[in-house]
């Protein structure tokens, strides 16, 4: 198997490397079909992301919010997974816990 037909990552450490970054969003992972990353959300914050041009699934590992996603809205927890489609206007609001959401784009993510 060649060094590329896999990897393994830890959640606790893409989390604590997310922290240190000192970002809100770290990506950890990017190949030409998926990128992948860690974001957060801290209490009472505001979600300024813009449409993407990728699919992309949420995954709340931990914290509350809701998602409002082409004017309609959702409640997000943990275990929640949310799919947004492309260019889908979308945000979370009314941040009531510290978020951490693990971040899946389609097609290699939004650009750096």
């Known amino acids: 198997m060649a060094d590329n037909d896999w990897k393994k990552f830890e959640l ?3 989390i604590e490397a997310r922290i240190a970054s000192g970002k809100p969003y770290l990506e950890f992972l990017r190949v030409p079909s998926l990128s992948c990353g860690i974001y957060a959300l801290p209490a009472g914050s505001e979600d300024l992301q813009a449409p993407h041009d990728e699919d992309e699934v949420y ?3 931990s914290g509350k919010a809701r ?3 082409s004017g309609e809205t959702v409640e997000a927890g943990p275990g929640s997974i949310l ?4 260019t889908a206007t979308h945000s979370f609001f ?3 816990e510290d978020m951490t959401i693990l971040v899946f784009f389609a097609s290699g993510g939004p650009g750096d």
């Open 12 to 14: 606790p450490k893409e």
């Open 83 to 86: 799919y947004v489609r492309a």
């Open 67 to 69: 998602l409002r996603v």
């Open 94 to 96: 009314e941040v009531e």
């Open 59 to 61: 995954y709340v590992v």
